[in-house]
């Protein structure tokens, strides 16, 4: 899958005005605003990445919190996500950037936020891998990385991800995709890609890159969420992993 697909998806204005609607009319979930206020200390720096047009970071600003950078690979979804800001008046600073190669100091965020499944929409495994080791660097000691995914091994896919399987044994599956798990299919404003990972998978990548895990729960385990929400988006898994306070050099 070439990140350049995932890309124009993301900037095609038909996608940009529903993540704006989404920004706007539903707002932070329960579980995110529970997991947020449990794991982030209020006066933590924190950058989002995947932003898209600000849904998250206006609902962290929203709840108290001050120093907020909010970034997404897509640009028009950064733009988006700025007008939003200034028109309810959040002094949250919105870029373009890509989190697998962020270039941006090491250890000057207290939290990192990348919501809504956005890390397992960068292609290719090593691109992921490289993002959670980014992401670990910009991290001060004790910073914490809270993320969410699907979940490869939940009851309810157990169908669908056998007959997957079977066509990755056989070597019928999608020529687009890189590797098991990976996911695209056709939206109503193209074609949307996704990787759903294992558990294992995330735990190995986050113990690569130094983390300690501090949760990892469904968010139906979290709290219950409004129809809207649930229209939104279907069950994830939250993930918060954590910088150890010394880390071998």
């Not at 697909?5 to 996608?15: I, K, S």
């Not at 932003?51 to 640009?75: H, M, S, V």
């Not at 558990?199 to 300690?212: D, H, K, S, T």
């Not at 990892?216 to 649930?230: D, F, G, Q, Y």
Request: with cysteine; hydrophobic share 40%; aromatic share 12%.
């Amino acid at each position: 899958m070439n990140p350049e697909t995932v890309r124009n998806y993301f900037d095609n204005p038909r996608v940009v005005a529903d993540y704006a609607a989404a920004a706007e009319g539903v707002g932070l979930w329960n579980s995110e605003r529970k997991v947020f206020e449990e794991f982030i200390p209020r006066g933590a720096r924190i950058i989002e990445f995947g932003c898209g047009a600000g849904r998250i970071a206006l609902g962290l600003w929203e709840l108290g919190y001050r120093d907020i950078a909010a970034t997404d690979f897509a640009p028009n979804m950064a733009e988006a996500a700025k007008k939003i800001f200034a028109r309810r008046g959040a002094k949250i600073r919105a870029f373009a950037l890509d989190a697998s190669d962020p270039n941006l100091p090491e250890e000057s965020f207290g939290a990192a936020v990348f919501g809504f499944n956005g890390l397992m929409q960068i292609p290719k495994s090593e691109r992921r891998r490289r993002a959670i080791r980014a992401i670990f660097g910009i991290l001060k000691p004790g910073g914490v990385f809270v993320f969410t995914t699907h979940d490869r091994g939940a009851k309810r896919n157990a169908a669908y991800w056998l007959s997957e399987k079977k066509q990755w044994e056989t070597g019928s599956q999608q020529p687009v995709l890189d590797e098991f798990g990976d996911i695209f299919y056709e939206g109503a404003h193209g074609g949307i890609y996704i990787h759903s990972p294992s558990r294992g998978e995330v735990e190995r990548a986050l113990a690569e890159a130094g983390f300690e895990i501090l949760l990892s729960k469904n968010r139906s385990e979290i709290s219950p969420e409004p129809p809207a929400v649930e229209e939104f988006s279907d069950d994830c898994v939250f993930w918060c992993a954590r910088k150890p306070e010394f880390t071998k050099k």
